[in-house]
């Protein structure tokens, strides 16, 4: 299967873009002692909403798609479901092996406080590797996605640069807390959020020799389950226990809205 340049320039483009989004998060803490429990809940909410939606009506039928171009409908089906499920399990695994941590990021927090700033510069770090252990397969996501198609590449892109936002607090605010230093709190930032791009272009590359439909079939499956398993164990739990009221139903009911009115501009 031929990629032109074009497209591989527009793929990663978009890529580079939601993954420097992390960066966003770091520069929202300076205007603000602490992030509004509130706005944040809202926020993962509203990425894990348009993440879930995006991969089950959209990414999983590319799989089916691609897998029913090679080898007929019914097995199409078939492989793609267990591609979805594949990606299900990776990403557990992943979550097994690399435990994403999600402390308080709320200073005034006793179990915040409590900590000097040498311990919470090492729960920043902790934080920081744990995130970037788990951006390779969204930047990869991103990647693929449009690579495939631009109308599903650029709303997976734009929901995953919207929790990239609340990603890159999770980083800077343990990171500033303890260094009280800008600089180190974007670098900190930019590092994880470069892992996209950087998953993107060493899945790209090892998986070109052998781009088909099969191969983009199977890669989909794996994003649509990796996605949804991440937007259902991480965002959605990370907003519900920042929410003071209906910020999380809000949020999650916002982002599929949003991505759903999205893909039907970019497919008008």
């Known amino acids: 299967m031929t990629v032109s340049l074009y ?56 799989a089916q798609d691609a897998f029913s171009e090679a080898y007929g409908q019914s097995m199409g089906m078939a492989a793609a479901t267990l591609a979805f499920l594949a990606g299900l399990a990776l990403v557990a695994l992943i979550d097994r092996l690399v ?33 970037t252990a788990h951006n390779f397969p969204e930047g990869l996501a991103t990647f693929f996605a449009t690579l495939e198609n631009p109308a599903v590449g650029a709303p997976l892109a734009l929901a995953i640069a919207i929790h990239n936002i609340p990603e890159g607090i999770s980083i800077a605010a343990p990171v500033y807390f303890a260094t009280r230093k800008k600089w180190w709190t ?11 791009p950087l998953g993107a272009v ?11 439909p099969p191969v ?11 996605m949804v398993f991440l937007a259902l164990d991480e965002l959605l739990p990370a907003a519900k226990r920042y929410a003071k009221g209906h910020e999380t139903v809000y949020g999650l009911t916002s982002g599929m809205a949003v991505i759903a009115l999205s893909l039907v501009l970019f497919n008008w």
């Open 7 to 62: 497209n591989l320039t527009v793929a990663f483009g978009i890529t580079l873009a939601a993954g420097l989004a992390t960066v966003l998060g770091s520069i929202l803490i300076f205007f603000s002692k602490t992030p509004n429990p509130r706005m944040l809940s809202f926020g993962l909410a509203f990425a894990g909403g348009a993440m879930v939606y995006v991969s089950l009506t959209e990414i999983f039928t590319k």
């Open 216 to 226: 983009f079939g199977a890669v989909f499956g794996l994003i649509a389950g990796a």
């Open 202 to 212: 060493l899945g790209y590359f090892l998986l070109k020799p052998f781009l088909s």
């Open 186 to 196: 974007v670098i900190a930032c930019c590092i994880s959020g470069l892992a996209e």
């Open 99 to 131: 435990p994403n941590p999600h402390g308080s990021l709320d200073p005034q927090d006793p179990q915040f406080a409590e900590h000097s700033r040498q311990h919470i510069a090492r729960i920043g770090l902790m934080s920081a590797l744990a995130i």
